[in-house]
């Protein structure tokens, strides 16, 4: 497979588009490349293109792993830990139905999907804290699970992130607030914390075992800007050392 990416433009913290620099094109190259290395992706190539475009070859790819490389291509990879509002349940439903009403500084509303025991989908109100605790510069391992942890990945963190998790959870109420796992924007998971964490932790609700490798990959080396696949198709083998090349129809 051969896909053509851009890179889009990163925003700063006013929300202000930011030109595409050389740097910012060289850091998505060499992130892809990393982020395919822990696939163990066979024979991929990354090869930037012009000012903002990049070009990748992977071969002998099964269905399932056009997928996950696919995934793996684009996901920003932001993740977030954030703490809920201890009276959400009683909150949160009067912030969904007044949301032009800030009755709680500092937090904000989302919407936690999951499935109860008999599979059925679920959803929640939510209020987490608009300032994260923990973020994803801290880590140092992200490792998929198998078997009955299928969908579920362990992250560990570097000793400043393990120092700023024991510090948030020791101040908690153990089996009563919640920690909101928030990845691009939405939120994963938010378990009840029943024990004060550090070094390590662990992220379910990403659905199967190839969806957990390729967020693993992703957390592992994440994206400062945005890419989007403007083109995707099969080629030659014999392109593979000239990704530049369009293959014949």
């Not at 910012?24 to 060499?30: E, G």
């Not at 992130?31 to 190539?45: I, N």
């Not at 996901?75 to 830990?81: D, N, R, T």
């Not at 994206?223 to 369009?246: A, C, F, G, Q």
């Amino acid at each position: 497979m051969t896909y053509t990416l851009q890179v889009q433009q990163a925003t700063n913290p006013t929300g202000e588009k930011l030109p595409v620099t050389a740097r910012d094109l060289n850091h998505a190259v060499l992130t892809l490349d990393k982020r395919l290395r822990e696939l163990k992706a066979k024979k991929a190539k990354v090869t930037p293109k012009g000012s903002d475009r990049i070009v990748v070859v992977v071969t002998q790819l099964s269905d399932t792993e056009i997928k996950t490389v696919r995934t793996t291509l684009v996901k920003p990879a932001k993740l977030e830990l954030k703490l809920v509002h201890p009276d959400t349940r009683t909150l949160a439903n009067k912030v969904a139905a007044d949301p032009e009403n800030e009755i709680v500084p500092g937090y904000e509303l989302k919407v936690l999907r999951d499935t109860d025991d008999d599979g059925n989908a679920t959803k929640e109100n939510i209020l987490i804290k608009q300032r994260a605790s923990l973020d994803g510069s801290s880590i140092i391992s992200a490792q998929e699970l198998y078997g009955p942890y299928e969908g579920q990945i362990v992250v560990e963190l570097n000793d400043e992130g393990a120092a700023k998790m024991l510090s948030f959870t020791q101040k908690m109420q153990h089996g009563r607030d919640r920690l909101a796992i928030v990845l691009d924007g939405r939120v994963l998971s938010a378990p009840v914390v029943q024990s004060q964490l550090s070094k390590k932790f662990q992220i379910s609700g990403l659905g199967t075992a190839d969806g957990a490798k390729a967020l693993a990959a992703a957390l592992l080396h994440p994206l400062n800007n945005p890419l989007v696949i403007e083109e995707e198709r099969k080629i030659s083998t014999h392109l593979i050392h000239d990704p530049t090349k369009k293959a014949a129809p």
